[in-house]
């Protein structure tokens, strides 16, 4: 009987440990636009770490504002010191789910549409965010793609009117991930 309670106890961890299945990445990308017709604004972060639970449906990425580059230096100067204050605000966040995880098949070669919804806290502000993106499936790695808009004001970003003309109010917001399962 206590053999036959280990071998049951044994399958059913091997079972809840395979349904745990999570991914990671330390080399997400971010990206947005901010430009205007009066002038190109963009900028790049690859080093965004996210992961996320296959099962749930659990999903979180983080990145240091400092990490974007941009093409001229003294707009990533400003971007850090006048806009997103990254010496107070150090990091931007995402915690949320995935509420359609059920419909991605992880067995299964192919590109799924997603629904991704939860919060995103940047300069110090937490606004909830839904957006539609899709993960894509090759073997045992899972990419992720989502672009979302977002308004500066809602995260009380200034912008002074010197240069109102060339910063948009709206930025496009682009996340590209490539996971591999987190052992």
Do not use: W
Request: proline residues 2%.
């Amino acid at each position: 009987m206590k053999k036959f309670i280990l071998i049951v106890s044994s399958i059913l961890l091997v079972h809840i440990s395979f349904a745990q299945k999570r991914y990671f990445t330390k080399t997400g990308i971010v990206s947005f636009e901010a430009g205007t017709a009066v002038e190109d604004i963009d900028a790049i972060n690859k080093s965004v770490t996210s992961i996320f639970d296959a099962t749930s449906g659990q999903y979180e990425f983080a990145l240091l504002v400092n990490g974007f580059e941009f093409k001229r230096s003294l707009m990533q100067q400003h971007f850090n010191e006048d806009y997103l204050e990254s010496d107070k605000y150090p990091k931007s966040t995402f915690k949320g789910k995935i509420t359609n995880i059920d419909q991605v098949n992880f067995k299964k070669d192919g590109t799924y549409p997603v629904t991704v919804k939860g919060i995103l806290e940047m300069h110090g502000v937490k606004k909830e965010i839904e957006t539609p993106g899709v993960f894509k499936v090759k073997g045992d790695d899972v990419s992720s793609t989502a672009t979302f808009t977002i308004l500066l004001e809602d995260y009380q970003i200034a912008i002074p009117s010197l240069v109102k003309d060339k910063i948009s109010k709206t930025v496009k917001i682009s996340v590209n991930c490539s996971y591999s399962i987190l052992k």
